[in-house]
């Protein structure tokens, strides 16, 4: 199972993202931006940083990469692809998933482990929780209020693609508490908390059993890993 | 095509020759009439106005530390053969270089950037993280985590939160944007700092040892190459104006000497220069800080062959009307300098496109011995590089003994009213840990990323961050900064030891062995005499410690001009401590995660208050003689701790500094949330000291520890064996409360309520407080 983590220019958590890739038992594919060429992968991450320095707005530049090109196209015909803060930005400006991410409510960048809960498990990234799961994954960003029109709020709620909601704070003003959402197929995820930051014990969030412990974030990675076998 | 532009007509060599007698604009480059006088006895005639511009900057005390040199030196004389050991590469360079085994090694090195940031706190700090994480790059290292000593004015100034939002602001937007996770730090509050703040700028780097670059150009005919940002109007005399310079009021505004940092151009530049040095496609390399293309061109020329010629209008502009002394004096950010061979040329501007880093080759190293630079066909700059880069001026500055120091020492916290009931202890306790200096600093930290790069094994709140170096055998380091003014205004040698030994502490109470120190030293002016002794005195406290306990300093900073009008900051000389560790799994956190610990003191209670939080925040006194210090005896602390962390048989480990027991106990509740019940009656009886003493003193070479009850023998064995003073103090337990047995209680509500309250009043809200 190969899974690509493209990066851009600007990209921050790519080298997490591979790594998060590995302890999950596939084998990560590093891809880069300005190629026309996934190599072959199985699934795709867009992972997290400041790509072109969030110029213009966040993930606006990098969505018209080279290789977005391939990653578009590849998520048409149903390959997993999950975008994770910057790579979340980034399918929102290419149009791979509806909305908007604005400036955090307190103005601030904000680093928090988050609380979420899975909100729909039938999605390529979240297979492998149990329905209404509460999990803990860290949360960093300036710009990750979610925004959509009305319209488009109603259907992901009335769509169940509302995969990822904020629990018990809502960290900056996203409506209705909308952490993370996926396309209608259920094959594109996007969220703004970091699941790769909580993929190896000893290097994420706290939790009730230990210090840096919290490994909620693996089930991403080994959930498109059984999307994949099963396809 | 080409853009037209106006070239600007310098002022050539030969015109100098024939013109000895124009008069130059020196004293508002900020070199005194001397210096001057002596740049022209070197060259022979009046220097071009382009070489004048040259030396202001690198004369300048930020560049040449003309005034601390002859202090500094002891860093590199007081060494035994220990020291020498490990230390890949020392003071001089770009940052140290310390070989952490495996094959691996670390740069780490602090430095300031306090007056920019109190101009333009936003930028001035940005950039700050820009410079330091540039030196790293240039020793052929990834930057791989950042942290910041930072030191305001008082909280409640309406100025201070104009600072410290810009600041925070600034790290913030800088660091995070480059992934690099910010793993600790300090913040002060002082009136002190109120129209000086300090922002010192921490970085630390890995490399393997076969990846050391170094700053020199070799090679007769290898390639001078500019590559990064565009050269712009910013930042121009930064070095020389700003930071040699004391603030005054009523001057002109100096924000045009601030740089302007973009943190984008920076992550790719570090990512560009990783893949140059894994290809091996760089002979030396420099970054471009304080003084710009003047120092780099300068310094490679110095510490390679000698000779290097420079046709500066290739360098890419900005802004296209900048002259040539501009364009050597120009600040700009995110620009580096590296030596290439022509054969590797291609290779390198292959990698640099790649990364779309704009690059000019600007000319090549010489055996003239001459650093010559052309601009547009005419020489502009002829000069022995070494006369520019090393041979500076060095003052021995007049150093005075200040008259009032022994009356400042003799008034000492004895006459100070304790408290006489629980009540009243209950109340100091909950003053203290609401105060600013004691307070959490999360509204702050939580603006940083400390998860990016999945290292991160121990961050802030913690005493020490640590970061995994391999992730294959768990090889990291922990790094630690502190400084106390308030003990250094009343003895800056004991100042200057007592931020090594907490920084040492810091380190060791997170497991790891310290194994060196870099230090970015904040004072006054030195061109007055009782600041040069505050100076002289804290550099051999540090240099004398450093010495006792054998860990070399590999690098750091010197900042004067550190006052408003006459009146000096608190001399602040802030200790970088790295140590290294086998296996982060072994690291110790600071707080308590368990019920059922025993929790155990280690070391000896003095009545030590002088100088400490209790006496600043209940009696606003400073006043007396600062705690004593024991180096030995901290070593045997540190030695013990490692032990305990290789053993696993210690949970939790939090030095004893400001604040003293209460202030250490009370964060390790908060910490996970997990509550206690001490007792200080024994300690009192065993210290002979009051409860307000066994409570408040700062004595050192204390840490409180706890231990799973089925360790309790081995651990008990471990300090009498090592013949170190431990006291069981109490028990962690879930009674949701810290009980300080005979005295009073403290919810953890409370205590949370306490803690984290202070700076959100003041400066805005916390996400989810």
Known sequence: MRIGVITFPGSLDDRDAQRAVRLAGAEPVALWHGEHDLRGVDAIVLPGGFSYGDYLRCGAIASFSPIMAEVIDAANSGMPVLGICNGFQMLTEAHLLPGGLIRNELGSFICRDQKLRVENVNTAWTNQFEAGAEITIPLKNGEGGFIADAETIARLEGEGQVAFRYLEVNPNGSINDIAGISNARGNIVGLMPHPEHATEEGFGPDTAAAMRSGVDGLTFFTSAIHALISA | ?769
Request: negative net charge; proline residues 5%; aromatic residues 6%.
């Open chain 2, 1 to 769: 095509m080409s853009t037209p532009t106006t070239v600007s007509a310098a002022d050539t060599v030969s015109n100098a020759a024939a013109t000895p007698d124009r008069v130059q604009p020196f004293g508002a480059l900020g070199l005194k009439e001397d210096e001057y006088l002596k740049i022209r006895e070197i060259l022979g005639r009046r220097p071009t106005s382009g070489e004048l511009a040259m030396y202001s900057v690198m004369w300048s005390e930020h560049c040449s530390y003309k005034s601390s040199k002859v202090y500094l030196r002891q860093f590199g004389d007081k060494v035994s053969e220990k020291m020498k050991k490990n230390l890949m590469v020392g003071m001089g360079e770009n940052a140290g270089v310390v070989d952490i085994g495996d094959g691996w090694a670390v740069t780490f090195k602090i430095e300031s950037h306090n007056h920019p940031s109190y101009i333009e706190p936003f930028q001035g700090a940005a950039t700050g993280v820009g410079g330091i994480v540039r030196d790293i790059i240039s020793m052929g290292a990834r930057p791989v985590a950042v942290m910041d000593a930072l030191r305001f004015g008082a909280i409640d100034d309406p100025d201070t939160a104009r600072v410290v939002h810009g600041v925070v602001a600034g790290i913030s937007f800088y660091g995070n944007c480059l992934g690099l996770p910010n793993i600790g730090g300090e913040t002060w509050f002082d009136s002190v700092y109120q129209a000086n703040p300090l922002v010192n700028a921490l970085a630390v780097g890995v490399l393997r040892h076969e990846d050391l670059h170094l700053a020199n150009a070799r090679g007769v005919g290898n390639k001078v190459v500019l590559f990064g940002a565009r050269t712009g109007g910013d930042g121009i005399g930064g070095a020389s104006i700003l930071a040699s310079d004391s603030f005054s009021a009523g001057g002109p505004t100096k924000r045009p000497a601030v740089q302007v940092g973009d943190p984008f151009a920076e992550k790719v530049l570090i990512e560009c220069c990783l893949e140059l040095f894994r290809d091996k496609l760089v002979e030396g390399i420099q970054d471009l800080g304080a003084a710009g293309i003047s120092c780099a061109t300068s310094e490679l020329a110095s510490n390679g062959d000698g000779g290097m010629f420079i046709e500066l209008e290739k360098v890419l502009l900005r802004d296209p009307t900048l002259t040539a002394e501009e364009i050597l004096m120009s600040e700009s950010q995110e620009r580096m300098m590296a030596i290439v061979t022509p054969e590797k040329l291609e290779g390198f501007l292959a990698v640099t496109a790649k990364w779309d880093v704009e690059t000019s080759v600007l000319g090549e190293v010489t055996d003239t011995g001459r650093l010559v630079i052309n601009w547009h066909g005419e020489e502009i700059v002829n000069v022995e590089p070494r006369t520019v880069a090393v041979d500076g001026p060095v003052y021995n500055r007049p150093v005075a003994y200040p008259a009032w120091i022994d009356a400042l020492q003799a008034d000492s916290t004895a006459m100070l009213p304790r408290a006489s009931t629980p009540d009243e202890l209950r109340a100091q306790a909950v003053a203290l840990l609401g105060s600013p200096n004691l307070a959490s600093k999360d509204w702050i930290t939580n603006q940083y990323d400390r998860y990016v790069m999945g290292n991160t094994a121990l961050s802030f709140p913690d005493d020490g961050g640590m970061v995994r170096v391999d992730e294959e055998t768990g090889l990291g380091f922990a790094v630690a900064t502190d400084a106390n003014g308030r003990f250094s205004q009343l003895d800056p040698y004991r100042g200057a030891q007592l931020a090594l030994a907490e920084a040492f502490r810091n380190v060791a109470v997170t497991g790891a062995t310290p194994v060196a120190v870099s230090d970015c030293l904040n004072f006054g002016s030195p061109e007055n005499p009782e600041v040069m002794w505050q100076f002289s005195r804290a550099v051999e406290g540090l240099s004398d410690g450093c010495l006792e306990l054998e860990i070399p300093v590999t690098g750091g900073n010197v900042s004067f001009y550190n006052q408003t009008g006459d009146v000096p900051i608190h001399p602040t000389p802030v200790v970088a401590v790295l140590g290294v560790i086998d296996d982060v799994a072994n690291r110790i956190p600071s707080g308590w995660q368990d019920e059922g610990n025993n929790i155990y003191l280690l070391g000896i209670t003095r009545d030590e208050l002088d100088g400490s939080a209790w006496s600043d925040v209940l009696h606003h006194h400073l006043g007396g003689v600062p705690p004593v210090v024991d180096f030995a005896g901290e070593q045997r602390l540190a030695g013990l701790i490692t032990a305990g962390s290789e053993q696993n048989i210690i949970a939790s480990a939090h030095d004893l500094s400001e604040g003293g027991l209460i202030q250490a106990v009370s964060e390790s509740v908060l910490r996970f949330g997990v509550g206690a019940r001490v007792w200080v009656s024994e300690i009192m009886q065993r210290d002979g000291v009051d409860a307000t003493a066994a409570l408040f003193s700062e004595s050192t070479g204390r840490a409180i520890v706890s231990v799973p009850r089925e360790d309790d023998v081995r651990f008990v064995g471990l300090c009498e064996g090592r013949g170190y003073p431990v006291l069981r103090i109490g028990v962690t337990d879930s009674g949701g409360a810290l009980e300080v047995q005979d005295q009073f209680t403290l919810t953890i509500d409370e205590l949370r309520d306490t803690h984290r309250g202070t700076l959100p009043e003041h400066f805005g809200p916390v996400v989810g407080y």
